[in-house]
């Protein structure tokens, strides 16, 4: 019996959750996200990735709340906030999406209880307007910490920027141009264009000096608005994102938890990537079945999936072009 299964058999039997999908790499479970993780042993999964309903009062479906007055929200989030940290291995990751005003209390709590922070990456949130007495909104923030020191964390690269009217570069890198690896400049956390997520960097001189931009901020998630793409009525995430963060800070073989499933972006993510999952979901779980049966049955929506080979500005990049992340660890 393979580790992500010894584990879902402990939470099927101690919570009596109902198991509603599995395949070779994950088992999904429908039930609450508590009893999820208190199920789950101590130190047993390496990458936790979670999206809590924002509290905004959308509509889940029948028995889930998504309006509760603040000071239970906060209290509510801090219950998996712990969960989710006795869960995670020494050098595991935690990523935590959601909007500024709770991830600053989220922030604020896994400072307290000794997590180590790594980034706050800002996720731009395109085409939108102004509420009331306040500045439109442009971001959904991303956490990234982790138990300690990090046990893994992948480099992903991505060709170097030029502008999509006269090919130029858009940076001047600073007078470092000369100690760019051709292949690409390994970003820590920002990706600026949807076309150039991953590029194969396989070649690379792992002894070559590379400058790195250290922005937080991704600006090509695209949302999922789109009657045709969309798997589920509320908000639901692209898997380019959880392919990216999975990409970067776990290995093939590794554990991955969500206990927020929604449509099943982390499963879907995970399956592709060749790592073992364990999630669960409160609410309907069709949504998450069909997109992880349709990865099953060869049907990979390429609209959102991690782009590989960069686009020139002569020839488009067809659907069989694309590609599965790349990187180095």
Known sequence: MLPFQLIATSVATQQGLEQVYMSDYGILYQGDCLKFLSALPDESVDLVFADPPFNLGKQYGEGVSDQMAVDKYISWSQEWLNESIRVLKSGGSLFVFNLPRWCIEYGAYLNRQGMWFRHWIACRMPKNFPRGK?????????????????????KIYTPIQVCRHCGGEIRDYGGHRKKLNEKGINLMDVWDAPEDVWEDATEADADEILWTLTEEMWADIPPVRHRQHKKRMPNELAPIMLERIIAMASNPGQIIIDPFGGSGTTFYAAE????????????????????????????IEQWESARGSKKSKQQKTTASQLSLPLFTQ
């Open 272 to 299: 592709k990537l060749q790592r073992y999952w364990i999630g669960s979901e409160i609410g309907d779980t069709e949504p998450a079945r069909e997109r992880l049966n349709n990865l099953a049955n060869g049907l």
């Open 134 to 154: 306040r500045m439109s909104p442009a971001h959904y923030g991303l956490l990234y910490y982790t138990k300690g020191e990090p046990t893994v964390f992948n």
